[in-house]
């Protein structure tokens, strides 16, 4: 039996599949002995977990002694090849397939040396440790340009850093579909928040006191409220601006009052309450 390959049953499943997944990826061959496809693919994968050296642990589940198993993870059919990370079924396939098929498959499920370092770096983020994920983040993207996840990694690290003029250039390298990312919305919100030169407040509040119209002051105000991280006075100015004219500066009011949402989040209380304001000033 391959070294890295483990028979198992419902005794072991939990520690091996469930807890194991956690640490690499398990795939599992459903298979049965009076299966003449299992055993063409059986040496292949045996061969294949050897070769990748524990990136990836090999279960292998007689399904005639475990139907209960095959029976959850649906299978209808054997070989049943299935892909768990992190206990979360990610990928699979059913038939024998020539090695280089199962190649590509174990391809797409173990993690390359690229998203190896970013999930080390993620690990270094989380723990506040923004300087040395940055160093790592870097090694990702130069061992895979294509690794997004790493590219926006890289631009929270720099946000964290406060390294805007950097985060300006790392947020200008991103692809347009990447700039619809929920998390990228929210840094980029973060970097045009925190640029810009420093604002007396209280000599902008003294301006609209003496003119409500000021929709510069407004709007300069709003950005400063936001900068400083009170959001609601910051949208209190921002729904004003709408109300008074709402093609201010380039629809300026309404763009940045969508910054402050994504930068709240959609379960933000404040946002789904100037959500319904904006939309009952705009129609």
């Not at 890295?4 to 807890?19: C, K, P, Q, R």
């Not at 190896?116 to 923004?130: I, P, S, T």
């Amino acid at each position: 039996m391959a070294s890295h390959a483990i028979d198992v049953s419902a005794e072991n499943f939990h520690e091996v599949v469930l807890e194991g997944s956690r640490t690499a990826p398990v795939v599992i061959d459903f298979w049965a002995p009076w299966c003449a496809p299992c055993r063409a693919l059986k040496p292949i994968l045996e061969k294949l977990a050897d070769e990748y050296a524990g990136k990836f642990t090999l279960a292998k589940i007689n399904s005639d002694e475990n139907q209960e198993l095959a029976a959850e993870f649906g299978v209808r059919g054997i070989p049943a090849v299935k892909a768990v990370v992190d206990g979360q079924l990610v990928d699979e396939f059913t038939g024998a397939l020539p090695e280089s098929q199962v190649r590509a498959f174990i391809e797409r499920v173990v993690p390359s040396p690229a998203e190896l370092k970013r999930r080390q770096a993620r690990e270094m983020l989380d723990a506040g440790m923004e300087a040395q994920a940055l160093d790592l983040l870097g090694e990702a993207i130069a061992l895979d340009p294509r690794n997004t996840l790493a590219k926006i990694d890289r631009l929270e690290a720099l946000v964290r850093l406060n390294r805007l003029a950097d985060a300006k250039s790392a947020l200008d390298e991103l692809d347009p579909l990447t700039l619809e990312d929920p998390r990228v919305a929210t840094l980029k919100a973060h970097i045009g928040f925190s640029s810009g030169d420093a604002i007396d407040p209280a000599a902008l509040i003294a301006r609209i006191a003496e003119n409500p119209n000021d929709l510069a002051a407004r709007l300069d105000l709003a950005r400063h409220h936001a900068r400083v991280g009170d959001y609601e006075p910051a949208l209190q100015q921002l729904l004003e601006i709408v109300r008074c004219d709402r093609k201010f500066g380039d629809d300026a009011a309404r763009k940045t009052m969508l910054e402050i949402f994504n930068l709240l989040g959609a379960g933000d209380e404040l946002v789904g309450k100037y959500r319904r304001l904006l939309a009952s000033a705009l129609y």
